[in-house]
């Protein structure tokens, strides 16, 4: 049994996300706890999370459980209305640089956009084009913002 299965296995199930933050866990073991768990997974949850996987790095080798989290986030992305979780989420893709990430996430919050979004959230999406697809054709994306401002 792989560490993070033996200690999250011996945990009542409302604290294994609080312990796997806590836990001085790999990238990957990160990823198997949150693909893994079966409890609600919120945009707290998500960003948690993500905040975690910055800190330890190497995201690139942990797998097809990113993927796991990945629908997971887009699922809390698909049920929350705040602007601003939307923002923040979009933030940790771009710092953890997973631009098939970001660009999934991006409908979601060219959605929001109307909901009281702020220059310096535009200039987020823009900073995440730039970093993540900078040989990208990203005009429709661009007028809507600057329509939009």
Known sequence: MNRSRLIFS????????????????????????????????????????????????????????????????????????DAATTRLLLTRFIELKCANTFMRVLPFYCKRMDEGMTVGDHVTVIWGLAVLHPKGDHRAVLDELVRRL
Do not use: M, W
């Open 10 to 81: 011996r945990l009542p199930s409302k604290s294994v996300f609080a312990t796997a933050l806590a836990a001085p866990l790999s990238a990957r073991e990160i990823l198997e706890v949150a693909a893994n768990s079966k409890l609600t997974f919120t945009a707290t949850d998500a960003d948690l999370f993500l905040r975690k996987l910055i800190r330890a790095g190497n995201v690139k080798k942990a797998g097809p459980h990113y993927a796991a989290l990945t629908d997971r986030v887009i699922s809390c992305l698909e049920t929350t209305q």
